[in-house]
């Protein structure tokens, strides 16, 4: 229901843009963020975005990285620059939604998360 793109190999300095576009019966987004995970380490947040176009981010990445979304098309983007080696990590996607079950009735909102998508970063 959540696929992230965008993910790659860039030199240290670098930018790369990562969308995640949600789909299926998601039908109404609360909050939208992206997380990351580097091996043998935990996911953690990196920034998210409210539909109120709140936003929130991870000290290691704010003033580099920006959270976006497109409500109308129930995507989300973080425009990542300066990247680091330290930012080598898969990346996540994860939305707080609402979806429309088969049924017509709306199932309780949740977490829903993107497979993830590898950023490497070289020194």
């Known amino acids: 229901q959540l696929v992230e793109s965008g993910g790659g190999l860039v030199q240290a300095g670098g930018s790369l843009r990562l969308s995640c576009a949600a789909s299926?019966?998601?039908?109404?987004?609360?909050?939208m963020a992206w997380y990351r995970q580097a091996p043998g380490k935990q996911r953690t947040l990196v920034a998210s975005i409210t539909n109120g176009g709140d936003r929130n981010y991870a000290d290691s990445v704010r003033g580099r990285f920006t959270i976006s979304r497109d409500t109308a098309k129930n995507t989300a983007y973080l425009e990542m620059n300066s990247l680091k080696p330290e930012d080598t990590a898969v990346y996540y996607c994860?939305?707080?939604?609402?979806?429309?079950?088969?049924?017509?009735?709306?199932?309780?909102?949740?977490?829903?998360w993107g497979p993830g998508t590898q950023v490497t970063v070289s020194s």
């Open positions: 994860n939305a707080d939604a609402v979806s429309l079950l088969p049924d017509g009735n709306y199932e309780a909102s949740r977490d829903y």
């Open positions: 299926g019966r998601i039908v109404n987004i609360f909050t």
